[in-house]
Protein backbone atom coordinates (compact mmCIF):
# COMPACT_ATOMS: atom_id res chain seq x y z
CA UNK A 1 0.00 0.00 0.00
CA UNK A 2 2.81 2.18 0.38
CA UNK A 3 4.29 1.71 -3.13
CA UNK A 4 0.96 3.04 -4.26
CA UNK A 5 0.74 6.15 -2.39
CA UNK A 6 4.78 6.81 -2.88
CA UNK A 7 3.97 6.67 -7.10
CA UNK A 8 1.01 9.04 -6.52
CA UNK A 9 3.02 11.50 -4.68
CA UNK A 10 5.62 11.27 -7.87
CA UNK A 11 3.30 11.06 -10.85
CA UNK A 12 1.02 13.93 -9.20
CA UNK A 13 3.19 16.61 -9.35
CA UNK A 14 4.29 15.51 -12.89
CA UNK A 15 0.78 15.36 -13.91
CA UNK A 16 -0.23 19.25 -12.28
CA UNK A 17 3.11 20.06 -14.81
CA UNK A 18 1.91 18.87 -17.57
CA UNK A 19 -1.43 20.17 -17.05
CA UNK A 20 -0.30 23.46 -16.85
CA UNK A 21 2.17 23.59 -19.16
CA UNK A 22 -0.29 22.36 -21.75
CA UNK A 23 -2.55 24.95 -20.59
CA UNK A 24 0.31 27.40 -21.47
CA UNK A 25 0.69 25.78 -25.02
CA UNK A 26 -2.86 26.33 -25.37
CA UNK A 27 -2.52 29.77 -24.73
CA UNK A 28 0.08 30.76 -26.90
CA UNK A 29 -1.62 28.54 -29.88
CA UNK A 30 -4.77 30.99 -29.57
CA UNK A 31 -2.71 34.31 -29.15
CA UNK A 32 -1.11 33.42 -32.03
CA UNK A 33 -4.07 32.40 -34.06
CA UNK A 34 -5.88 35.36 -33.36
CA UNK A 35 -2.78 37.57 -33.70
CA UNK A 36 -2.51 36.05 -37.14
CA UNK A 37 -6.58 36.09 -37.92
CA UNK A 38 -6.56 39.78 -36.86
CA UNK A 39 -3.37 40.76 -38.97
CA UNK A 40 -5.22 39.30 -42.10
CA UNK A 41 -8.39 40.65 -41.45
CA UNK A 42 -7.00 44.05 -41.16
CA UNK A 43 -4.86 43.69 -44.22
CA UNK A 44 -8.11 42.98 -46.30
CA UNK A 45 -10.24 45.88 -45.17
CA UNK A 46 -6.68 47.99 -45.82
CA UNK A 47 -7.56 49.15 -42.06
CA UNK A 48 -4.91 51.57 -40.80
CA UNK A 49 -5.40 50.73 -37.01
CA UNK A 50 -5.38 47.52 -36.11
CA UNK A 51 -9.23 46.67 -34.54
CA UNK A 52 -9.68 43.22 -35.65
CA UNK A 53 -6.54 42.51 -34.61
CA UNK A 54 -6.72 43.62 -31.11
CA UNK A 55 -10.02 42.64 -31.04
CA UNK A 56 -9.26 39.05 -32.00
CA UNK A 57 -6.62 39.32 -29.43
CA UNK A 58 -8.67 40.09 -26.61
CA UNK A 59 -11.30 37.51 -27.51
CA UNK A 60 -9.08 34.88 -27.15
CA UNK A 61 -7.46 36.20 -24.06
CA UNK A 62 -11.18 36.21 -22.60
CA UNK A 63 -11.46 32.35 -23.41
CA UNK A 64 -8.64 30.92 -22.69
CA UNK A 65 -9.01 32.45 -19.11
CA UNK A 66 -12.54 31.70 -18.64
CA UNK A 67 -11.16 27.99 -19.93
CA UNK A 68 -8.88 28.00 -16.98
CA UNK A 69 -10.70 29.51 -14.31
CA UNK A 70 -13.64 26.29 -15.09
CA UNK A 71 -10.35 23.63 -15.36
CA UNK A 72 -9.18 24.42 -11.50
Known amino acids: ?4 TNRNKIT ?4 Q ?6 IAFQMMAAMSLSAWLG ?5 LLGLRF ?9 V ?3 LVF ?4 RSV
Open 1 to 4: MSKQ
Open 12 to 15: NPLK
Open 17 to 22: YARYSG
Open 39 to 43: LKTDE
Open 50 to 58: PVFTLTFII
Open 60 to 62: AMC
Open 66 to 69: YKIV
